[in-house]
């Protein structure tokens, strides 16, 4: 089997990529001058590939996660050796930790994406024991950590104490062949993107559209679109303040919306709101700034990173704040046709052959 100077971990990815699947099948192009071989259970054209097990990612679940956990500890070592590797790439920070008897032989690059759970989930939790304990280790024992906003290392350096020459932020972006203006009729709705966890501050954006209604004269022909999927631990609650709000007619729960259809919502949606307490990056936030939609945004985190000065900036722990900014972008034009304007030239700042290019550079330092 040939010798590969760099491995790139990409055990987690699935089929149809979304999220971190998408952040490092998006990359990958700009890093083929490397010369990787992948680990990965799919086949990549154009790159050196040594398939791994199908069952290790997020569509098994739990017991995918612990699947690939122990293969990462014990498998993906043999590798490394086998292939006479000086690098390993991690797009999400996963990598084989040094424990007794067993020293570790993987030299790492690792991508980290946040620490949130630290912030949101309870103690006792899988998933906040899993970034208490494994993830700092990761980080610890890795050559190099890149990041994907100023936010996030910021918070590796409070949370884990990881010095800051040791990390690089990098943004991430979006594909313009799909996130683009689209030339279609602005629709009376506001539509949010993303998850339905409470970090995510949906119950205060539902209650600031509620409000908003009461402000303007057309309000029956108004909408709040919710877009993402949907967790059934948090779903009850808004299905329940929707109700007491008497907002049915008025708040439309779409769930997940299939990939080749985001565009478009976006294209005709009046505005974002996009109100989260914390994200590592915020995503969603480019995507609709790509659109040319204006965006009502939380000031808060990475999100003044993404958004620039795009943005009607809100603050989401005060209601209110929502919606004034829901009120001022529909009752004057001017307002809007400036945010459309700016999210196009932000959103343009951003492309994945920057964030490929950059990430090569941190990859070859290492190699």
Same mark, same amino acid.
């Given at each position: ?6 491995? /790139? ?5 699935? %089929? ?15 890093? $083929?001058?490397?010369? &990787?071989?992948?680990?990965? %259970? ?6 050196? !590939? ?33 292939? =006479?590797?000086?690098?390993?790439? !991690? ?14 032989? !993987? ?39 890149? !990041? ?5 290392? +910021?918070?590796? /350096? +409070? ?5 800051? &020459? ?5 943004? *991430? ?23 339905? +966890? &409470? ?18 004269? =057309? ?9 993402? %999927? ?9 299905? #329940?303040?929707?109700? =007491? ?13 299939? =990939? ?5 919502? *976006? ?22 700034? #790509? ?22 900036? /809100? ?28 999210? /196009? ?18 990859? $070859? $330092?290492?190699?």
């Amino acid at each position: 089997m040939a010798h590969s100077s760099l491995l /790139i971990n990409l055990s987690f990815a699935i %089929p149809q990529p979304t999220g971190l699947s998408n952040y490092a099948l998006s990359i990958l192009p700009h890093l $083929q001058s490397l010369e &990787p071989t992948l680990l990965t %259970p799919q086949n990549q054209e154009g790159f050196s !590939c040594c398939f791994t097990q199908e069952n290790m990612t997020a569509a098994h679940g739990a017991k995918g996660h612990l699947r690939r956990l122990i293969w990462t500890q014990f498998k993906l070592p043999q590798w490394y050796k086998r292939l =006479d590797s000086r690098l390993l790439f !991690c797009p999400i920070p996963e990598a084989p930790v040094k424990l007794p008897l067993l020293p570790n032989v !993987c030299r790492t690059v690792v991508m980290a994406h946040d620490v949130i759970p630290l912030r949101v989930a309870p103690p006792r939790s899988r998933l906040h024991q899993y970034f208490r304990h494994y993830v700092p280790r990761v980080l610890h024992q890795a050559e190099h950590i890149i !990041c994907n906003s100023q936010a996030t290392a +910021d918070d590796l /350096i +409070d949370f884990y104490k990881i010095p800051a &020459p040791k990390l690089t932020p990098i943004p *991430l972006a979006y594909d313009p062949d799909r996130y683009r203006p689209l030339g279609l009729q602005r629709q009376p709705f506001f539509v949010y993107l993303g998850r339905n +966890d &409470p970090y995510k501050n949906l119950s205060r954006a539902i209650a600031a559209f509620s409000d908003f209604l009461t402000q303007i004269p =057309d309000a029956d022909s108004w909408e709040f679109r919710l877009a993402g %999927p949907i967790d059934e631990r948090y779903h009850p609650t808004l299905l #329940a303040q929707i109700h =007491d709000l008497r907002l049915g007619d008025h708040v439309k729960v779409l769930g997940y919306v299939p =990939d080749n259809q985001l565009p478009i919502l *976006l294209n005709q949606a009046t505005a974002l709101i996009f109100p989260s307490l914390w994200e590592g990056f915020g995503l969603p936030v480019l995507e609709a700034l #790509a659109c040319g939609t204006p965006c009502i945004v939380s000031r808060r985190a990475s999100l003044p990173e993404v958004a620039g000065n795009a943005a009607l900036w /809100i603050d989401p722990l005060r209601t209110e704040t929502i919606t004034t900014a829901m009120v001022e972008l529909v009752q004057d034009a001017a307002v809007r046709e400036t945010a459309q304007r700016l999210a /196009i030239a932000q959103a343009s700042k951003f492309s994945w052959k920057k964030t490929g290019q950059a990430t090569a550079e941190i990859l $070859q $330092q290492f190699m």
